[in-house]
């Protein structure tokens, strides 16, 4: 062993960065995007891409180069879950923890993986090679077991997959699909042959994927004046996709009369709830429309600039939305004077996040995309008032832009004519979980559980989770309700679960996830997201009394009132909503005395018979 | 009518929280009257002989001892009060609590800058075994009312005694009230 | 608005406010106290703590970042946030290591006052025991991360006040710290009079050799609570009644 920088041993083979090699990395990424603060992303993903990590020294050697405190860029890195501050295996090997990668033999993968480099889950190969961790979602419901291995997509795995798998990435050392980061040549290796994300588009509609000419929402835009595009889009009573069906025309007016010296439009392809993937096919299927969607928004916003936040999970993306953004280049479909507009100029960045499921979160990918940590900011302001570098700022959803594209090609009447009186148009719904066949499905808005269910051909559905970790835990009781903004609004993850699965483990797995990904900024969330964890496991470990339901529900409660953002005031869903949905799952485990110790005696005792190496002193009474 | 039982325990304290009953001075006098003392240090009475009516603990549980009079304490008080930041929360001896049990023996018994000659975890059979951490007393039985106060002073614990003692609901007034 | 001073009620008071006034700001300077942990008059504030949360117009909002507003209604003092308050204290209780009987910020730190205040007799919740790091290289100044609430007050007056952004926030969810900028905290440019020294609410950022002065007593909050400075400056009774 020998020390690192601040102190803690690393492991010999890896190989510690040395000064040069730092300051080349440091400089390059630099180069790449310029002295840029708000880029802290950027520069810290390319320089771990080429140290495969950020010791002390990088970290101050970036600080120094964008004249910042070293805690502040530590500040940043230390937010998310890629940056490694350590040295990791050269070959990061992740797996989801979801409730649907788990009943689809995650667990078994990810063993044969650590088995096949010889570590435990969570640790580095003797050789530095392979790091094998947990992540919470990799968006490949659709897919499980997936793996992500840095870059690199793996789908549909089985336990017997590994051995070959780290044979191969051995031999061949470097892997093809990395994205291509600024200032970083592309690279070439391996190619696997599960390195392949079905697109699992299983029902096109009539709206999202009907079929028309790249440009054409644009053109179409641009017959009518900015105040026109969004009294169209009023018109169509769009609503937001991602989850909170916030009006897309009344957004986009806020922000369009707020003033400013630029104003900015965002589109959110963070998609990290877990079981949603319908933003990866429409990413992969049809980006043109995700594109003149964003282009219309400029228009209608007078905006220069629009930026697409890619979770890092989707990095895999990069290297074809490149492309297609630097054909719409070609086409005049981007850049100055767009279709021959005179003064239409607007341009697409891609940011690609690093592994936080808050930045989904508007005001949080804000922050991110000014390259500090996720974490979502007080309201008011609103985006649409201070967003942005602090300008006026709209930022919507993937398919909430894919529709605003085809609203422009198709008109508001054509659009109203699908769905309901409050949720006009179709919805995207991934569908994963127990069901033969998962994939995204575009239905009207309206459609029942039931008609779904039967759509999907999940027959005996015990339950179903929609809207992930942060929705609902539905009941059959329930199952004639809609899904539509006015009854069960959703995101679209619609997570399929049989009569064998326990309601009670996948509230538990919600609650670990919301401990992993709670930002930490406020107390309700950060500590409350922990303690619902504690309180559940007691009664799921056969320790809960009547009085410890009462006190998960309270505490419940009070996180969902007390939180800063959405996702600290929805964390406490899947137990509130199962304890009110399935209160028998609840009640098999209660014990009938009034009060039960979180643990027994002889637990608290072990690590003393260990230490010591003998029984308890015999007294009349065991606990 | 017979007078209400009061009975009291040491855990794992330092006999301040009793020290602090004592300090009533000459409430004392009324105290006798009040009630009569069952199994507690002060009348070195071992063994509940029926079911009395306040128990107050000092002190969390550091071992399985403790873990037992507690329990006993609880099957044997209708009232039971957590007195001092010590039963409380585990108080100062809760200290141990941010490192764990091994290396806090081995820092005390092994490797402190005190120790000459290698030295040794005692390890006699009639030592109770240390849990874990040291608990809160609630968090090993059902604590109906607290105490808080390192000690509590004097007249907090007289107010809070005669208060269930006349079957009301204890009340700090806000000077009493104090974690130290 | 084109009026530079409005009116708006906290639990049925009617305070008087002016344009980019906070909710807390205009009702500290009316005397009408609102609970609050991380805010600080001198500092932007962040929104960590939830204690100040509110309910207004019916909407639970935290009123040190809520600007006010005209005919604003805001609901305070009630049981219910009262209790929410209470919980969230006794979860920075379990958070962290907090042995007020060793603190010497015991008698003037906020948090405590507030368990006082809310009536926090116990910690009911788990206690994490969480690991947490001291540093005592400094001369003058000692960082006992035991009892950080994660605030960010320090941070805040470090970075706008004093100019030197010693402070940070390191990780994220239950594992965020307090990081400072060197890997010692006598490598960084702190000096004991800094404002990111003395906006620390409880015993984290002390001062060495200045503990224990004031007698049991006659300490900040030994003979009233928490806020009773604020609400001193209204001459009316100190609560209202309780809106609707
Ligand atoms: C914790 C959290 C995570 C979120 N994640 C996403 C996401 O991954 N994608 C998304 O579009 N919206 C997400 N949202 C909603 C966004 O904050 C925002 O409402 C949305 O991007 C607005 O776009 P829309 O109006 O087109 O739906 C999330 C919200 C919260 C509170
Ligand atoms: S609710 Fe959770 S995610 Fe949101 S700000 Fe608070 S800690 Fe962060
Ligand atoms: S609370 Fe204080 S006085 Fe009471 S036993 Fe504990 S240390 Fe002693
Ligand atoms: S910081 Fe405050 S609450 Fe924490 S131990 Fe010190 S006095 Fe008690
Ligand atoms: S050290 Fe003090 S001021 Fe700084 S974050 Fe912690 S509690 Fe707040
Ligand atoms: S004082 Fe307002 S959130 Fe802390």
């Known amino acids: 062993m020998m020390p690192s920088e601040n102190g803690k041993p690393v492991m010999e083979n890896v190989s510690a960065a040395a000064a040069p090699q730092v300051a080349a990395a440091v400089d390059a990424a630099i180069k790449a995007v310029g002295a840029d603060r708000t880029r802290l992303m950027d520069i810290v993903q390319a320089v771990q891409q080429r140290l495969g990590y950020l010791p002390d020294e990088a970290i101050h050697t970036i600080a120094t180069a964008l004249g910042i405190h070293a805690v502040e860029v530590e500040d940043m890195v230390s937010f998310y879950a890629f940056p490694n501050r350590e040295p990791k295996g050269r070959f990061h090997i992740r797996l989801s923890n979801t409730p649907v990668s788990l009943m689809k033999g995650a667990g078994d993968v990810a063993e044969a993986f650590a088995r096949a480099v010889g570590v435990s889950i969570g640790g580095t190969s003797a050789d530095g090679e392979f790091t094998v961790e947990w992540t919470s979602d990799i968006g490949m419901a659709d897919q499980e077991p997936s793996a992500l291995i840095n870059g690199m997509v793996l789908t549909g795995l089985t336990p017997a997959d590994p051995p070959d798998i780290i044979a191969k990435l051995r031999r061949g050392r470097t892997i093809s699909t990395l994205p291509l980061f600024p200032g970083l040549d592309s690279q070439e290796g391996v190619v696997f042959p599960q390195a392949r994300v079905a697109s699992s588009l299983l029902q ?44 897309t025309g009344l957004k986009w007016k ?49 905006a220069r600039h629009g930026y697409v936040y890619l979770r890092g999970e989707y990095a895999y993306l990069w290297n074809s939305l490149q492309a297609v953004l630097q054909n719409r280049r070609r086409l005049g479909l981007l850049g100055p004077n767009i279709c021959g507009r005179e003064g239409f100029d607007f341009d697409i960045r891609i940011q690609l996040g690093a592994g936080a499921y808050v930045c989904g979160e508007e005001s949080a990918l804000i922050e991110s995309l000014e390259g500090k940590r996720g974490s979502p900011r007080d309201r008011p302001p609103f985006p649409t008032d201070r967003g942005y570098l602090q300008q006026p700022t709209a930022v919507n959803n993937v398919e909430t832009l894919t529709c605003v594209a085809r609203i422009m090609e198709k008109g508001n009447e054509w659009f109203t004519g699908y769905g309901t009186a409050e949720s006009t148009g179709t919805k995207l719904m991934s569908v994963s979980g127990d069901c033969p066949h998962p994939g995204v499905y575009e239905v009207p808005f309206g459609i029942t559980v039931n008609e779904f269910l039967d759509l999907i051909g999940a027959l005996d559905a015990a339950f179903v989770q929609i809207s992930g970790p942060s929705g609902q835990c539905v009941a ?131 690590e003393a018979i260990e230490v010591q190496g003998r029984e308890p002193v015999a007294e009349e009474e065991e606990a | 009518m017979a007078k209400p039982k009061l009975a009291t325990c040491s855990l794992a304290g330092c006999f301040g929280c009793h020290m602090s009953l004592l300090d009533i001075d000459e409430r004392l006098v009324e105290l006798i009257d009040l009630v009569d003392l069952d199994k507690s240090p002060l009348d070195d009475k071992k063994k509940f002989d029926c079911v009395v009516d306040i128990g107050l603990v000092e002190g969390g ?29 585990g108080g ?33 059979e009639d030592l109770p075994l240390l849990l874990d951490r040291v608990y809160p007393s609630h968090e090993i039985v059902k604590i109906d009312y607290f105490l808080p106060g390192c000690p509590p002073s004097a007249d907090t614990i007289w107010a809070a005694l005669k208060a269930l003692l006349t079957g009301k609901e204890p009340e700090l007034p806000y000077q009493l009230f104090k974690y130290e | 608005m084109s009026e530079d001073k409005f009116t708006f009620t906290v639990d049925g008071i009617e305070i008087e406010a002016e344009a980019g006034q906070s909710i807390i700001q205009a009702c500290d300077a009316a005397g009408v106290y609102i609970p609050r942990l991380c805010y600080h008059p001198d500092l932007e504030p962040a929104g960590h703590c939830r204690v100040c949360t509110c309910k207004i117009d019916g909407r639970r909002s935290s009123a040190c970042t809520m600007p006010a507003a005209h005919g604003m209604v805001v609901e305070s003092d009630t049981a219910e946030l009262n209790g929410d308050r209470r919980i969230l204290i006794e979860m920075l209780f379990a958070e962290g290591n907090h042995f007020c ?9 906020e948090l405590q006052a507030l368990g006082y205040r809310l009536g926090m007799v116990a910690v009911t919740l788990p206690y994490l025991w969480p690991e947490r790091e001291l540093d005592a290289t400094h001369p003058d100044i000692f960082i006992d991360r035991n009892r950080c609430i994660l605030c960010s007050r320090c941070i805040r007056a470090s970075r706008t006040e004093d100019g030197k952004t010693v402070f940070g926030f390191e990780g994220r969810g239950i594992h965020l710290r307090l990081n400072i900028d060197a890997k010692h905290l006598d490598e960084t440019t702190l000096a004991a009079a800094d404002k990111g020294v003395h906006v620390c609410p409880v015993g984290c950022i002390v001062i060495k050799r200045t503990g224990y002065r004031t007698p049991y007593g006659n300490r900040q909050f030994d003979q009233a609570p928490i806020g009773s400075e604020i609400e001193a400056r209204r001459a009316r009774p100190k609560r209202g009644v309780e809106s609707k």
């Not at chain 1, 009539?206 to 018109?235: C, H, M, N």
């Not at chain 1, 949603?276 to 990413?283: A, E, I, M, N």
């Not at chain 1, 009670?504 to 406020?522: K, T």
Request: proline share 6%; with cysteine.
């Open chain 2, 92 to 124: 100062i001896p809760a200290m141990r609590n941010l490192v764990g049990l091994r290396e806090c023996l081995e820092e005390a018994y092994l490797n402190g800058p005190t120790i000459e000659d290698g030295g040794m975890i005692p390890n006699d």
């Open chain 2, 61 to 89: 549980c550091a071992n399985e001892h403790n873990v037992r009079v507690l329990q006993d304490f609880r099957k044997n008080c209708r009232v039971l009060v957590s007195v001092g930041a010590c039963a409380i929360n």
């Open chain 1, 476 to 606: 059959p009781k329930d199952f004639g309700r809609r899904i539509a903004f006015e009854d069960i609004s959703t995101g679209g993850s619609f997570m399929v679960f049989g009569a064998d699965r326990d309601v009670l483990d996948v509230a538990h797995q919600f609650a670990e996830f919301f401990v992993a990904e709670s930002c930490g900024w406020c107390t309700p969330c950060r500590v409350g997201t922990t303690l619902l964890q504690k309180n559940l496991e007691k009664i799921i470990d056969g320790r809960g009394t009547l009085a410890d339901i009462a006190a998960l529900e309270g505490l419940a409660n009070t996180v969902t009132r007390m939180s800063r953002c959405g996702l600290g005031q929805t964390a406490p869903n899947p137990i509130l909503t199962s304890m009110r949905n399935f209160p028998q799952a609840y009640e098999v485990k209660l014990q009938p005395e009034a009060f039960l110790p979180r643990v027994t005696l002889r637990e608290a005792l072990a």
């Open chain 3, 101 to 109: 009987p060793s603190c010497e910020k015991s008698g003037d730190c």
């Open chain 1, 204 to 247: 096109a509609g009539p709206i999202i994927f009907r079929q028309a000419g790249r440009g054409d929402g644009v053109r179409k835009a641009l017959t009518l004046s900015p105040e026109g595009v969004i009294q169209e889009i009023t018109k169509a009573k769009l609503r937001g996709r991602g989850g909170a069906g916030f009006p």
């Open chain 1, 254 to 302: 806020l922000c369009r009369q707020s003033p400013g010296d630029a104003h900015h439009v965002i589109c959110n392809a963070d998609e990290g709830e877990p079981g949603t993937f319908k933003d990866r096919v429409l990413l992969t299927e049809i980006p043109d429309v995700v594109f003149d969607g964003m282009t219309i928004a400029g228009y209608a916003l007078g």
